[in-house]
């Protein structure tokens, strides 16, 4: 729960980078390639709180998913916005049309797993 916080809080910072005085100057190039990936962390924190009050073995169940699943999604929502997938431009900059729909579909795959997980565990107990 605690790295969820943490990554919320660096969501935040790095969305509003010029009010929180992280850039005087527009650095949404920089900053704007890892902002993409932060956005898991909503998710993250939601399910750690869900699973928090709920038994063990609920919590368990949703944990072997989410231990593997939370970092490979970061890897590869990383990977996305590195952009090592396309070059800018191309047909009328359709290039960079990949990206949102890659993420919606790494989040979509996460909140159904947890919530398939978790409904599993309430079954098992």
Not at 92 to 99: I, K, R, T, V
């Amino acid at each position: 729960m605690v790295f969820a916080a943490i990554g919320n809080v660096l969501l935040y910072v790095l969305f509003h980078s010029r009010t929180t005085g992280l850039c005087n100057i527009y650095c949404g190039d920089a900053i704007g390639q890892f902002q993409n990936v932060f956005l898991f962390f909503p998710f993250i924190l939601l399910f750690s709180l869900l699973t928090y009050k709920m038994s063990a073995t609920v919590f368990n169940a949703w944990w072997k998913f989410a231990r593997v699943a939370i970092p490979l999604i970061l890897i590869i929502s990383t990977l996305i916005n590195l952009g090592f997938h396309h070059n800018p431009g191309g047909f009328m900059n359709m290039d960079d049309m990949f990206d949102i729909p890659a993420h919606i579909l790494l989040y979509t795959i996460f909140v159904v797993g947890s919530v398939v997980q978790i409904v599993r565990g309430r079954r098992l107990q």
